[in-house]
């Protein structure tokens, strides 16, 4: 066997393609799988090859502000101010590894996070279904299709039915292909019928086939039409940033500017002194530094890193975030649309009752575990009674593609709905998998949302077959004319419908899903009339519970201010039923079918759309209008979805969120996020944590504004009242050019970053959506930056000018610590508004600790005094020290206290 010996698959006969393969329609075993998997390779296309540590390390270097300092340190060298320009780019140096590790860090998580979305796909090894990924596909393997799922390999088509794919990825072809298991001589790639493509899109129907390529010698890899990844767009919040950053750069640069002007004049003419080549040189350092030190270039990489470690957590609250810009619509949403089956409920389908004329069967068990009764008015069934029911749940799962997993966990694969009727099934006795030999299946007539029904044809004895059908109960009973009676067949006629209809009713008042069970036995195989004139067997209920966490979780919405509407194709009343327990329905809550909606007018609909809690019986095109609509309103949408028809209002959605479990390649392609476990109460955690991720935004904007306000006011202010040095009688500025970069190192650096994994505030969820227009700086973020500035340079400019006589060394050496300390007390500030206490974030308390530890080694260390300028702080000087930057918590406590904000504005 050799895949790259032979390429004409179509060619062969399916039977011929799976001896050639060394396969058969059981599949591999799990050795053979494994040996070829060594010998082929990974199933997967060669990706791009992403940015190397050199490259990220060195983009590190590229920012205009980094350029302006490494001119500085060049001009420091030139006029012999060496010290000076080792310790600038050392600074810089420091600044780009710490930039580096931030990135890297943030570039790994980020592609960790992607690993975790890898496709998979249902195999069959030693005759039973398995779900494997996709990469771990091997030639031989047989793979099992199913309306919605990407093709993970080429494959060489078994059998089909009504089997479609859209192979516009491959050949251009905008109409889906369908498919023939049939032998193809001579025929362009387009026109194998018999085979379909990796990467290309099952829209239709289901199909088993083998693998004969995969990874790079699949038709995709051949001719290298690799779909890559897009290049991640930067999210609204991160685009705000760049233009806030742009403007705020002027304008500091504009203040640097004037700083080196004045600071000239002022150490020249104003004080009788000549302008000398020294003070230009100090004064030029200075602005530049002032510049690099009052930018906060650090904003972009802290960002970065915030939101990746965000995407951390919210992949272990089983959310995983597709696209960035999801994480910050999470803190703004106003509704969340809900699928009720599995999402709100257990998705643990179990048959509890069956009716047929003129009995109703109690059924016992849980879950999956294929163990229950069968019980009517409370007593095990007669044996009549027992041949009924076997008719029914016979033909009812000869017309389903689940199977039960032969494990100890009791679970199935496939959809859960079929899977209750397989379940049932074998809890009287009847196995698939035999009834499935006994009953060849010839052809299928697929479900699809729209025609709420799903036909099988199967062959019988004597060269007959029977249409088995399953279906909504309005929709079987329309195409139905006879009425099986106590093992009879009779026509169908108005009484027993209205009978049908209100048992129907019955059963769903119970929050139970009610499918009807039908059948025709037929001469010849005649798929037109095969959905017409059937017989009617019995109407099958199954229960969905609703999950329990889904209680609390509706409830914390409401206190969050978010609505959550129950989507369902459901009846009506299983809906209303399901929706009353989990606390959905109130006074005011209408419920509205798909069929009254689309008999409403857009103006209509507007009208009571606020209204409605529960949509039963829609599709998946009343999903988009209900999205639109909701959009038109002004909220902010949160919609799920897992079906191909479902695509469109994921996109549309604010946020598109996939089911991980049971939703098609198609559904979590179009999505922003995906949940691993199809749990609502996942959503309302990634609500949780995106409101915490933008909260922390917040606090480090705020944090690094404030400081570097604090910074460039103290050495503006400081210019223009013209403080002298003793000794030397010329101008002396509070903190030197060196100073800065190293303040903006410890600032900039762990402190903000620790800010990044805050934990959530108290009563998070307790406050309104956040306004997706909302500024980056609210009027209440501005004043608190604007007082703390003020608040640093009165404070540092009044204990520089108080030990000034004690000696330039001396005051430089208390401005620039108490600049330090101060920023060290502004983090704990800014987390008072959040009503967070000071150890709540043990990493920010070791980002302070260090910081201080680390401003404490240079200004007692002998090596680092002449680099810095700084001398010994005696005890009673670091008192004052303390005392004065303590002042910025105790002004903005009192302030919160009068001036009543929520952190929010």
Known sequence: MGTSSFENWHELEAKDTLKRLRSSENGLGEEEAESRL???????????????????????????????????????????????????????????????????????????????????????????????????????????????????????????????????????????????????????????????????????????????????????????????????????????????????????????????????????????????????????????????????????????????????????????????????????????????????????????????????????????????????????????????????????????????????????????????????????????????????????????????????????????STACVKGAPEVILELCEKIMIEGKVKKMNKEWKQKILSENHEMTNRALRVLAIAYKEMERRDEKSAEKGLTFLGLVGMMDPPREEAIESVKLCKEAGIKVVMITGDHKNTAVAIAKEIGLMEEKSRVLRGPEMESMSDEEFEKIVEDIAVYARVNPLHKVRIVDTLKKRGEIIAMTGDGVNDAPALKKADIGIAMGIKGTDVAKEASDMILKDDNFTSIVRAVHEGRSIYDNIKKFIQYLLSSNMGEVLIVFIAILIGFQDPSTLSIIIPITAIQLLWINLLTDGLPALALGVDPPSPGIMSRPPRDPEEKILTRGMSIDITTVGIIMCVGTLLLFALNLPSGGTKAVTIAFTTIVMFEMVRVQSVRMKYKLGVFSNKKLITAIAISILLQIIIIYTPFFQPIFGTTPLALIEWGEIILVSSTVLIIMWIKNKIIKEKPWE
């Not at 996709?134 to 088509?157: C, F, Q």
């Not at 003419?269 to 530049?288: A, D, E, F, K, Y």
């Not at 209750?420 to 052809?443: P, S």
Request: glycine share 8%.
């Open 38 to 464: 060594r010998k082929f390779g990974y199933n997967e296309l060669r990706k791009e090859k992403g940015i190397s540590r050199i490259e990220i390390f060195v983009s590190q270097f590229k920012s205009f502000l980094i350029l302006i300092l490494i001119a500085a340190t060049i001009f420091s060298a030139l006029v012999g101010e060496v010290i000076d320009a080792i310790a600038i780019i050392v600074i810089v140096i420091l600044n780009a590894i710490f930039g580096f590790v931030q990135e890297y860090k943030a570039e790994k998580t980020i592609d960790a996070l992607k690993k975790l979305t890898s496709p998979e796909a249902v195999v069959i090894r030693k005759g039973k279904e398995r779900r494997i990924a996709s990469k771990l596909l091997v030639p031989g393997d047989i793979v099992l299709l199913e309306g919605g799922s990407r093709v993970p390999a080429d494959i060489r088509i078994i059998r089909e039915s009504e089997l479609k794919i859209d192979e516009a990825i491959l050949t251009g072809e905008s109409v889906p292909v369908s498919k023939d298991p049939g032998v193809m001589k001579n025929v362009p790639l387009a026109e194998r019928k018999n085979l379909v493509f990796t990467g290309t899109l099952v829209t239709y129907g289901r199909g088993m086939g083998v693998v004969v390529e995969t990874g790079m010698k699949t038709e995709i890899g051949k001719i290298a039409k690799v779909v890559q990844k897009a290049e991640e767009e930067p999210t609204p919040l991160q685009r705000k940033l760049d233009v806030f950053g742009k403007r705020l750069g002027v304008i500091i640069l504009l203040i640097c500017i004037a700083v080196v002007v004045i600071g000239v004049i002022r150490g020249g003419p104003l004080t009788g002194q000549p302008i000398t080549q020294s003070l230009i040189i100090m004064m030029v350092i200075t602005g530049i530094a002032l510049a690099v030190a009052a930018i906060p270039e650090g904003l972009p990489a802290v960002l970065t890193i915030t939101l990746a470690l965000g995407l951390q957590r919210l992949a272990k609250h089983n959310a995983l975030i597709r696209k960035l810009p999801a994480v910050e619509a999470l803190g703004s949403t106003t509704i969340i649309c809900a699928d009720k089956t599995g999402t709100l409920t257990k998705n643990e389908m179990m048959i509890s009752g069956i009716w047929f004329p003129d009995k109703s069967i109690e059924v016992t068990g849980e879950g999956y575990k294929p163990e229950g009764k069968f019980l009517l008015n409370k007593r095990e069934i007669d044996s009549k009674t027992r041949q009924t029911l076997s008719m029914i749940l016979r033909t009812g799962t000869l017309c389903t593609n689940a199977t039960i997993e032969t494990n100890e966990k009791h679970g199935i694969i496939g959809d859960p709905t079929e899977g209750a009727i397989v379940v049932a099934a074998k809890k009287i006795g009847l196995d698939k998998i035999e009834l499935e030999k006994e009953h060849k299946r010839m052809k299928e007539i697929p479900f699809s949302s729209e025609r709420k029904m799903m036909t099988t044809i199967n062959r019988t004895e004597g060269g007959k």
